[in-house]
């Protein structure tokens, strides 16, 4: 029985020590957090996206701040227009489709479905409205699901202004 005992102690300390690193994934909050606010300045001038369509995800081709990531935030600016691409990757039916945070689709930005490996559909012309929360594949939508952040296209000054002025209340909470 001792033997079962410090064996069951020593799971327990085990245990705890687990719980105690599950605590550590608030910085991964506050690393998704910073990641969004120091990309916003690498997506001024953008004008044309890429991904690549794969069942497991979405994965950003260009521009540099989501290449290679999968389901990547887009930040896009209100009063820009923008070409989103995307490139059928492995031979699944896919389509890309701009939705609210109801889950309908946004002003028919939504492309064809496509089952061809190597082939492309473009949104041309998208302009971004508060309205839209996501980009999503209907077929495979519980994997191919990514974020739109919208932000008010106000100048450098201003946005970095924003930027600021919000590090600024995070660090005061």
Do not use: K
Not at 96 to 113: N, P
Not at 128 to 134: G, Y
């Amino acid at each position: 029985m001792i033997q079962y005992t410090g064996v069951a102690a020593a799971t327990a300390l085990v245990a705890g020590c687990n719980d105690d690193g599950n605590g550590n994934g608030n910085g991964n909050g506050n690393g998704n957090g910073n990641g969004n606010g120091d990309d916003v300045a690498e997506w001024e001038g953008v004008d044309e996206i890429e991904l690549e369509g794969q069942t497991s995800g979405w994965i950003g081709v260009s521009p540099d701040p989501i290449a290679d990531e999968e389901n990547p935030t887009l930040i896009l600016f209100e009063g820009q227009e923008y070409d989103i691409t995307w490139e059928n990757a492995d031979g699944d039916e896919h389509n890309l489709e701009l939705r609210d945070d109801g889950g309908e689709v946004v002003d028919d930005y939504e492309t064809d479905f496509n089952s061809s490996e190597g082939e492309s559909e473009t949104l041309e012309g998208v302009e971004p409205t508060d309205e839209m929360t996501n980009y999503v594949c209907e077929p495979h939508e519980s994997t191919m699901d990514g974020e739109i952040q919208i932000e008010q296209n106000g100048g450098n000054g201003d946005e970095e202004n924003g930027d600021e002025e919000n590090g600024d209340e995070e660090n005061d909470q």
